[in-house]
């Protein structure tokens, strides 16, 4: 699990195939920000890279390397991925990590395109398309993850929705780079994706559904 906090900027120094897959190397700082702090780091821990999950499978003071299979090839923004390409980094939170963003389970549900990018004072303010079937996940003043950064949703108009960047988060991650037509990784928040799953109606199990009239029953609805 992740908070979407970014906590560094990595640099892609490797693209190596293997197998049929693909494995990463990572140095774990750019020229444009701090290091990733590897010193808890173990083998097999968990970083998340522009907001997908991998397992660290060797790693030293500045860099990682970490095994992509083809599945999250084919449904992130990693296919994009060029030596040199900036990256956002965060290590898997601990039971004593302040959750600054939201929960984040580093499993990306689909791919986004930026739409516009328009600066407002110091902040930017940015339109990004949804896939269809992940818009209904998507709620105003609610939590979207986009290459690993939590953020709020400021408004949604069908499939389009609105965040704002403030400049702190322009600086601390690869948001300054993106531009129209930029694809990015969009997680959406793990609370709707459970509810939706306990609402949905059991082909096999009608009586498993949950209604207003289950609600009721429970005390929930009156």
Excluded: W
């Amino acid at each position: 699990m992740f908070t979407g906090i970014i906590e560094a900027v990595g640099l892609i120094q490797n693209i190596e195939p293997v197998g049929g897959d693909m494995r990463l190397h990572v140095v774990t700082n750019s020229k444009s920000g701090h290091p990733l702090d590897m010193s808890d780091v173990q083998l097999g821990d968990s970083i998340a890279v522009n907001g997908v999950c991998l397992t660290a499978v060797d790693f030293a003071d500045d860099y990682f390397v970490a095994d992509v299979s083809n599945e999250t090839i084919a449904l992130t923004s990693l296919k994009d991925m060029r030596v040199g390409s900036e990256v956002n980094l965060e290590k898997a939170l601990l039971p004593t990590t302040r959750l600054g963003g939201h929960l984040v389970s580093g499993h990306v549900d689909g791919l986004g395109e930026v739409l516009s990018i328009k600066e407002e004072s110091r902040s930017v303010r940015m339109i990004i398309r949804a896939p269809d079937g992940l818009k209904h996940y998507i709620a105003m003043k609610g939590s979207v993850c986009i290459d690993g950064t939590s953020l709020t949703v400021n408004r949604v108009e069908d499939t389009d929705f609105e965040v704002n960047i403030v400049p702190h988060t322009q600086q601390q991650t690869i948001i300054k780079h993106y531009k129209a037509g930029t694809r990015v990784n969009l997680e959406v928040d793990l609370i709707a994706r459970y509810l939706e799953r306990l609402l949905m109606r059991k082909q096999d199990d009608p009586e498993s559904e949950i209604t207003l009239e289950t609600l009721a029953k429970a005390g929930f609805v009156k």
